[in-house]
């Protein structure tokens, strides 16, 4: 990758709907040069997807909550079986696992403290091999992540 590589990634994960042209002119490049860019980068599989950014407020979301998991036990059986749960239920929104005190991360959005109560009874308290559960709600984000910074 070089530097015109990466100035069109940034573009790209600032707003991956610009058109090929708006791309091509940020970047300094022909739109032929900058498609042709674009198309190595996905084969290459540095771009896996383009998406939305959505307006949380707007959907309703009002509640952004992240969990610290930690399990009973470490052995492959126990995590492969609570990350296998993690993957069926849509209500978690992201799941990292962790060095430190917790085993696992997760995080969530709810509509409101009732919806929260759903998805804590419907959801996490039917993860597996959990043995303790910290909760923190997020009380304004500060910066939210915009994508990688790519320099």
């Not at 015109?4 to 709907?17: E, I, T």
């Not at 540095?46 to 307006?55: E, M, P, Q, V």
């Not at 952004?64 to 849509?90: C, G, K, Y």
Request: charged fraction near 25%; aromatic fraction near 6%; glycine fraction near 6%.
């Amino acid at each position: 990758m070089d530097r015109l590589d990466r100035r069109l990634l940034n573009a790209l994960q600032q707003d991956s709907s610009a058109s090929i042209a708006q791309l091509a002119e940020l970047v300094g490049l022909s739109a032929s040069a900058c498609h042709r860019r674009m198309r190595a980068l996905e084969e290459a599989g540095i771009i896996r997807s383009y998406g939305a950014r959505l307006d949380p407020a707007k959907l309703g979301i009002g509640l952004h909550v992240l969990i610290d998991i930690t399990l009973v036990s470490q052995s492959s059986e126990a995590m492969e079986r609570f990350e296998r749960a993690v993957s069926d239920f849509p209500d978690i929104l992201e799941c990292h696992l962790l060095s430190g005190t917790a085993d696992y991360r997760l995080r969530t959005a709810a509509r409101d403290m009732a919806d929260y109560d759903r998805l804590h009874r419907e959801t996490l308290a039917r993860l597996p091999g959990v043995s303790t559960m910290h909760t923190s709600f997020v009380i304004r984000t500060v910066k939210a992540w915009n994508g990688y910074a790519l320099v």
